[in-house]
């Protein structure tokens, strides 16, 4: 299944390698990214995802990143 | 002025401000090992009133850390310098990570203008540690260096709890810096709200329930909410389970509760999960240890599942009703009595059918009774750390574990070797207990250095040696399943343990009959220093029950029976 995450995260060092890994190690393929660092040291990144399991869980393992401010979740 | 977070504004190095600010964070006890890139924290230890134990591997560093954090209550730090040193902390820092322990590991650097030219002595301990933190950072202005110990002590206890790593390159130790900024705005993981719509849907749903079980992890714990599920279950009647990490959560004399759960569990544990029609998970994860084949587990059980972290909910198994929150707020809210009187009649009676035997046939030693017998003399206040095998096992089952940190046992990562650091760490935390270390002669060999440092700060850890000569749990995989073609699991030339330890200094004996069994318990509940007790056991022993992998918990073997 394809999942499409919206992420805001701070910019700060490790940030994407962090939110990558993570989406890796939990079983999705990273399709698509879209990384833009904005106002306030907050990076915007947009994710394409493929991946068999729970993305609603994938999310919830993505807002516990210190880092990571907001995640958003639309499914195609 | 800045607020220096307690930590008094001079002009400071780095490295003086990393260790001002570990003693602002009430940090007294630290475990490393020193070597070129972490120097200058070295030296500004020699002014400071911070305790360092100089391990002899840096693994054991973190795995003493590991140790003094779950048995002390406080956070464990370990330092090391780069390259090797960052890399052999790497074990402990995963263990820390799998079993959620609040840990700071501090790693020298090669000077920021060498990061990245494959310098002597350099990785990329951040990026290969990445998967096994909560949060790591590069400190890169030794302004920074204060403001980053503060934070990363809150990340490591806050929620739940983990590592986290803090790498120095070496010039930003050395370099000079005046007043440290204030604090940065930590954003505590803060443990949510229950939401009221499902407490009430919880309520009602126990209410119902005809077969209601407690499933107890490791959660409850971290969380300090043992007394919480203890007046609980003094209210509600309910029977339990626990995992691993849940053993000393739940009073082990209560008449309702049924043991560990699971592939090495208890029958009565395995049956009522099996027959529950409700499980109640506080802290608990699902575990593929725990459950066995996923989808057989539980089968007619409706769940209701609390946690304070909301990514563990639902991740193995679907919830009915899932509670993300405070433990004890939950629990004090689900509180009722509950007309369960034949359940806890049956629960009962399934405690006693499938209890313990400690009267095995022979003079042999038998593990599960010197076991049994080394922790009901040890007393209340005992500490347990043991090594990862047949042996922990052994110490799960039949180990009188009467708290959840009287219990040290890498349940997640599973790692060999952390007995040893484990229990001196608790010891240097909680010096008023006795503490004992249970190992096997495949485990200790992994950390046997550490010896040296019991012995140099006189640490007076209890060492039980239980040497089957063998990977005992290794070898009872290949009889069982692997149709007894035994692959590299002899250990029969071990060395001879009581004159090793003898050699770092540390007193031992020896016993291989049942009879010495008590003398030997006597002999070492009255050291007053370290000691080991080497002691030999049968090599075909196996560890019963056994869910063989893949089978559902209702189907255990028992070799025993």
């Known amino acids: ?76 | 002025m800045a607020d220096t977070g307690g930590v008094e504004a001079s002009v400071r190095s780095g490295a003086q401000w990393l260790v001002a600010a570990l003693e602002a964070a009430g940090v007294d006890t630290i475990f490393g090992y020193p070597g070129g890139a972490i120097m200058p924290v070295y030296d500004a230890l020699v002014d400071s009133r911070l305790r360092h134990i100089l391990v002899r591997h840096e693994q054991g560093a973190a795995l003493a850390a590991d140790g003094y954090a779950r048995a002390g209550g406080r956070i464990g730090v370990c330092l090391a310098t780069s390259g090797p040193g960052a890399t052999n902390l790497l074990t402990g820092i995963a263990n820390a990570y799998l079993d959620s322990v609040p840990m700071l590991a501090i790693t020298g650097q090669v000077a920021s203008g060498l990061m990245g030219t494959d310098a002597f002595q350099e990785v990329d301990i951040f990026g290969m540690s990445l998967p096994v933190v909560k949060h790591s950072f590069i400190v890169r202005r030794a302004e920074d260096v204060a403001a980053t110990v503060r934070e990363a002590c809150t990340i490591a206890r806050s929620g739940r709890p983990g590592p986290v790593l803090i790498d120095l390159p070496k010039d930003v130790q050395l370099a000079r810096a005046a007043a440290q900024p204030g604090p940065t705005a930590v954003a505590a993981a803060a443990v949510p709200a229950p939401d009221r719509d499902a407490l009430g849907a919880a309520r009602a749903l126990l209410a119902r329930s005809e077969r209601p079980l407690l499933y107890v992890g490791g959660g409850v714990g971290m969380a300090r909410a043992e007394s919480a599920l203890r007046d609980f279950v003094a209210v509600t009647g309910m029977p339990s389970v626990c995992t691993l990490k849940g053993l000393g959560a739940i009073d082990p004399d209560a008449p309702e509760h049924l043991g560990m759960l699971g592939m090495h569990g208890s029958p009565a544990a395995n049956h009522a999960v099996q027959s529950c029609d409700l499980l109640l998970v506080v802290g608990a994860r699902f575990d593929d240890r725990a459950t066995g084949k996923l989808d057989t587990f539980a089968p007619g059980a409706r769940v209701i599942h609390i946690d304070a972290d909301m990514a563990e909910i639902g991740k193995l198994r679907s919830a009915q009703i899932a509670l993300a929150g405070s433990i004890p707020l939950v629990l004090a809210a689900l509180s009722q009595a509950l007309p369960i009187e034949s359940w806890r009649e049956h629960c009962a009676a399934l405690r006693a059918l499938y209890a313990n035997r400690y009267d095995a046939p022979g003079a042999d030693i038998y593990a599960p009774a010197l076991l049994r017998e080394l922790s009901l003399a040890a007393g209340d206040q005992a500490i347990v750390s043991c090594d990862v095998g047949q042996h922990q096992m052994w110490v799960a089952q039949h180990w009188h574990i009467r708290a959840p940190h009287a219990h040290l046992s890498s349940g997640g990562l599973g790692a060999m070797g952390y007995g040893l650091p484990a229990a001196l760490g608790a010891q240097l935390a909680r010096p008023d207990a006795c503490v004992v270390c249970v190992s096997g002669d495949g485990s200790i060999m992994m950390n046997i250095q550490e010896l040296a440092t019991l012995r140099r700060y006189a640490i007076p850890v209890k060492i039980v040696l239980l040497d089957n000569g063998c990977l005992g749990m290794v070898r009872q995989w290949q009889e069982l399943f692997f149709e007894q073609r035994y692959s590299e699991v002899d250990l029969s030339d071990n060395p001879d343990f009581v004159a090793l330890a003898q050699a770092f200094g540390i007193e031992a004996f020896g016993i291989d009959a049942r009879a010495q069994v008590p003398g030997a318990i006597r002999r070492l509940l009255d050291a007053r220093g370290p000691i080991l007790c080497h002691v030999r056991i049968d090599p075909r022993a196996n560890v019963w029950p056994l869910v063989p992998p893949g089978k559902s918990n209702g189907e255990m073997m028992d070799g025993a029976a």
Request: hydrophobic content about 45%; some cysteine.
């Open chain 1, 1 to 76: 299944m394809i999942q499409r995450l919206h992420v805001t995260l701070l910019d700060v060092e490790g940030a994407l390698q962090r939110l990558l890994g993570t989406a890796e190690r939990r079983g999705f393929h990273v399709l698509q990214l879209h990384a833009e660092v904005g106002a306030g040291d907050l990076c915007r990144v947009a994710l394409t995802l493929e991946g068999v399991r729970d993305a609603m869980l994938l999310r919830r393992q993505l807002e516990r990143l210190h880092e990571v401010r907001e995640v958003s979740l639309a499914t195609e």
